[in-house]
């Protein structure tokens, strides 16, 4: 019989257990809740942790860490024989144990709380250090300018400034105020912006990011200095003198001028200290185990088969959607370059001998085509609300990007580029340098000139998620409503404002050119236009008409449907017929298969679906899909042969794509062409699994184990458009349907 859940009972996920200790942080152990995650492990004696917050912006867009606390307790009881590090992922905690003691470490659930609690058979005296390299200014280096949003315009004077930190008795408080002139003030001035700027959204000037410790049974000692991973610290110490039962809380918090619910504003207009007291531990870890248990019940993939590969992909899957539920309460989405859970960089390359703020390709800068890939599967694994922060992060950038588009073009839309700051603007260095002449909305960059469908993919993601009966949104705070007065007209102004950019943006290029908006069939010219990073001055890519397609029948847009250009094909020299890239195209720059878009995310081929052996020939036939193939990071080749139901090619790359990554915690996958750990890597391996398993015709008939080996047995629980719950099983080579509610 296949593995499964018994009947009536719930599913409990295994524990990660370590039984020896670390060498360093990259052997860290991931935990978290709400917007926080830590990497904690044990180094020669001493517990060691991170903690992160999603939305940690200074003036430079680097996502700062909070910290990094050390526990030192006398009689090193770590040391002992009876060693052990568990994640407890069905409770979402880290318990820590040996030689009579245990600590027991997490992130409350609806609150930016991380409690540790102490529990030792016998009196012991611990040193609790909190330890942090911004004690002081420190110079961006050009070396580690790629951490921020400067990259390679790394001002000379660029700061990362020092952090206030302030202790007495029994608390620690510590805070990172920016300056209210930033890298958004500099992103304005050099995109031509300045005549607008008063009305653009920026969430990073003036922003306000402060943590407070409490820790009764501990007393503030004084500061020692120290280096770890070559990065020079100060540690502010507190001692116990006699521990045997404690508990630490560690508030983090960030305000800016959205976000005043957060913390009172006392009389005098400053934030008020604050209040440890509000959160008991014992109800934060009842509600936060809870709040776990319940979320390995909404979907799971299991099997008893004893097949190695299969267990392991099984297994990281399973991890890799954990670190994705440690920000389930956030503003800001889980980065694809490491999400919450970057180490010292010292550990992912040896020449990086930076801070543990670093991570390459920014921190408040995205990557659209890589990002994406964290939150597609989401949809699948019916979990909505770890969805949200990326499209609430979407929804604020919107009006930049609409302002951006009227400024430069003097028409509608919103026009979002690839490498995108959090603020809805171009990376300023990406953006490129322009001369008299030049379109200003158009970025000097070779790899990134004239994309701008990236952000259809975030559309899509919510306008599948508010069909879902399970999801939870409501009108008021998560869909844009066309009258206030009138609920059930829903406007989806990130997929209308996307297309409307390109069937206003295309007639004005057309115009340009000439007299006509439109081609002799009355159809929109999707030129200069661009194939992924890699088909540029394409004209009508295939990954762009196959997305616009699909959006505007999702919105009911009959208008611009009415508009498109088919998706372009193209014959190769045997005869067989493909899609192809684009109908026309000047150069390739990139290792991208845009071609292979119109099969996901767009769906227009695929199993249940016409024309299902063209986009095959295109996947085993096209020259450039063949050359292309590969499991590395961000490609996507595993998600391709499964929704083609290439049973043997995608059991092959996804087992492939979600094997063991390189450091201890089996799902930090190592750099690939972004930073470690990699979560588009995990992203798209997800979705490449959930694939295999489920797929949907045409008509939305759910279509079970399109790609699965018939000799694996599996039971799964995954979700359909719609949010509808679908369990079934594969046992000895048979299906066995389950329930569908």
Same mark, same amino acid.
């Given at each position: 019989?296949?593995?499964?859940?018994?009947?009536?009972?719930?599913?409990?996920?295994?524990?990660?257990?370590?039984?020896?200790?670390?060498?360093?942080?990259?052997?860290?152990?991931?935990?978290?809740?709400?917007?926080?995650?830590?990497?904690?492990?044990?180094?020669?004696?001493?517990?060691?942790?991170?903690?992160?917050?999603?939305?940690?912006?200074?003036?430079?867009?680097?996502?700062?860490?909070?910290?990094?606390?050390?526990?030192?307790?006398?009689?090193?009881?770590?040391?002992?024989?009876?060693?052990?590090?568990?994640?407890?992922?069905?409770?979402?905690?880290?318990?820590?144990?040996?030689?009579?003691?245990?600590?027991?470490?997490?992130?409350?659930?609806?609150?930016?709380?991380?409690?540790?609690?102490?529990?030792?058979?016998?009196?012991?005296?611990?040193?609790?250090?909190?330890?942090?390299?911004?004690?002081? &200014?420190?110079?961006? %280096?050009? +070396?580690?300018?790629?951490?921020? #949003?400067? @990259?390679?315009?790394?001002?000379?004077?660029?700061? *990362?400034?020092?952090?206030?930190?302030?202790?007495?008795?029994?608390?620690?408080?510590?805070?990172?105020?920016?300056?209210?002139?930033?890298?958004?003030?500099?992103?304005?001035?050099?995109?031509?912006?300045?005549?607008?700027?008063?009305?653009?959204?920026?969430?990073?000037?003036?922003?306000?990011?402060?943590?407070?410790?409490?820790?009764?049974?501990?007393?503030?000692?004084?500061?020692?200095?120290?280096?770890?991973?070559?990065?020079?610290?100060?540690?502010?110490?507190?001692?116990?003198?006699?521990?045997?039962?404690?508990?630490?809380?560690?508030?983090?918090?960030?305000?800016?001028?959205?976000?005043?619910?957060?913390?009172?504003? &006392?009389?005098?207009? %400053?934030? +008020?200290?604050?209040?440890?007291? #509000?959160? @008991?531990?014992?109800?934060?870890?009842?509600?936060? *185990?809870?709040?776990?248990?319940?979320?390995?019940?909404?979907?799971?993939?299991?099997?008893?088969?004893?097949?190695?590969?299969?267990?392991?992909?099984?297994?990281?899957?399973?991890?890799?959607?954990?670190?994705?539920?440690?920000?389930?309460?956030?503003?800001?989405?889980?980065?694809?370059?490491?999400?919450?859970?970057?180490?010292?960089?010292?550990?992912?390359?040896?020449?990086?001998?930076?801070?543990?703020?670093?991570?390459?390709?920014?921190?408040?800068?995205?990557?659209?085509?890589?990002?994406?890939?964290?939150?597609?599967?989401?949809?699948?694994?019916?979990?909505?609300?770890v969805l949200q922060p990326q499209l609430d992060t979407y929804r604020r950038m919107l009006s930049n990007a609409v302002a951006r588009t009227r400024h430069y073009w003097g028409h509608g839309g919103a026009s979002f580029t690839e490498q995108i700051e959090n603020f809805g603007l171009p990376n300023p260095a990406e953006y490129g340098k322009h001369k008299e002449g030049d379109d200003l909305g158009v970025e000097k960059n070779k790899w990134l000139e004239h994309e701008w469908d990236t952000a259809l993919e975030f559309a899509m993601m919510e306008l599948l998620c508010s069909k879902s009966h399970r999801a939870g949104f409501t009108l008021t705070q998560n869909l844009h409503l066309a009258a206030a007065t009138n609920p059930s007209s829903q406007r989806y102004e990130l997929a209308e404002e996307c297309l409307r950019f390109f069937l206003e943006h295309y007639q004005w290029e057309a115009r340009k050119r000439g007299e006509q908006p439109f081609d002799a069939k009355g159809r929109l010219v999707i030129y200069p236009g661009s194939g992924c990073e890699t088909f540029k001055m394409a004209r009508n890519a295939a990954s762009t008409i196959a997305a616009l397609r699909t959006v505007a029948a999702a919105v009911g847009d009959k208008t611009l449907l009415s508009r498109l250009p088919e998706i372009p094909l193209t014959t190769t020299a045997s005869g067989n017929t493909c899609i192809a890239p684009a109908e026309s195209w000047e150069r390739i720059q990139n290792t991208e298969t845009p071609q292979l878009y119109p099969v996901f995310p767009w769906r227009t081929y695929g199993i249940g679906r016409p024309g299902l052996d063209i986009a095959r020939n295109t996947y085993l036939k096209d020259p450039h899909a063949i050359e292309m193939r590969s499991t590395k990071g961000w490609k996507q080749d595993n998600i391709w042969a499964a929704c083609l139901g290439l049973t043997d090619e995608a059991c092959l790359l996804n087992t492939e794509k979600l094997a063991d990554g390189p450091y201890r915690f089996t799902a930090f996958w190592d750099p690939g062409f972004d930073w470690a750990p990699d979560h588009n890597r995990g992203g798209a391996g997800m979705i490449g699994l959930q694939e295999m398993l489920l797929q949907e015709a045409t008509d939305g008939t759910p279509i079970l184990f399109p790609a699965w080996p018939r000799h694996w047995n599996c039971h799964f629980r995954l979700y359909t458009t719609g949010g509808h719950r679908l369990e079934a099983s594969m046992v000895d080579g048979e299906i066995v349907p389950g329930k569908y509610d």
């Open positions: 019989m296949a593995a499964g859940v018994a009947c009536g009972a719930d599913y409990v996920p295994r524990d990660v257990v370590w039984t020896t200790q670390s060498r360093n942080s990259s052997e860290s152990m991931p935990c978290g809740g709400h917007d926080i995650g830590m990497n904690v492990w044990v180094e020669k004696g001493d517990l060691l942790f991170y903690a992160q917050q999603s939305g940690w912006f200074d003036e430079n867009n680097t996502l700062l860490k909070a910290g990094r606390w050390r526990l030192h307790i006398d009689g090193q009881p770590f040391d002992q024989g009876d060693f052990e590090q568990r994640l407890c992922l069905d409770e979402g905690c880290i318990y820590i144990r040996g030689g009579g003691t245990e600590v027991r470490l997490w992130a409350d659930v609806e609150e930016p709380t991380v409690f540790a609690a102490i529990i030792s058979q016998h009196s012991r005296r611990a040193t609790l250090s909190y330890e942090s390299w911004r004690y002081r &200014d420190r110079q961006v %280096t050009k +070396a580690e300018c790629q951490q921020c #949003s400067y @990259k390679w315009l790394v001002p000379d004077d660029c700061t *990362t400034f020092a952090d206030s930190i302030e202790a007495s008795g029994d608390c620690l408080t510590f805070s990172h105020k920016n300056r209210q002139e930033t890298v958004f003030d500099f992103t304005v001035s050099r995109e031509h912006l300045d005549a607008i700027k008063d009305s653009l959204y920026n969430p990073i000037g003036g922003l306000l990011m402060k943590g407070a410790m409490y820790a009764p049974g501990f007393r503030f000692t004084g500061t020692t200095t120290g280096t770890y991973a070559a990065t020079d610290y100060r540690a502010w110490n507190f001692v116990g003198d006699s521990i045997r039962s404690a508990c630490v809380t560690i508030d983090l918090r960030y305000l800016n001028h959205r976000r005043y619910e957060m913390d009172a504003i &006392d009389g005098c207009g %400053t934030v +008020a200290p604050f209040a440890f007291h #509000s959160l @008991k531990p014992s109800y934060s870890r009842q509600r936060s *185990t809870a709040w776990w248990h319940q979320y390995w019940q909404r979907s799971w993939i299991v099997s008893n088969t004893p097949d190695k590969r299969l267990q392991t992909m099984l297994r990281n899957y399973e991890l890799m959607r954990y670190m994705l539920g440690c920000n389930a309460r956030g503003e800001w989405p889980t980065k694809f370059n490491g999400g919450l859970f970057t180490f010292d960089p010292l550990y992912v390359d040896s020449t990086m001998a930076f801070t543990p703020d670093y991570r390459k390709w920014g921190g408040g800068t995205m990557t659209a085509q890589n990002q994406r890939l964290v939150y597609w599967p989401l949809l699948k694994s019916g979990d909505y609300d």
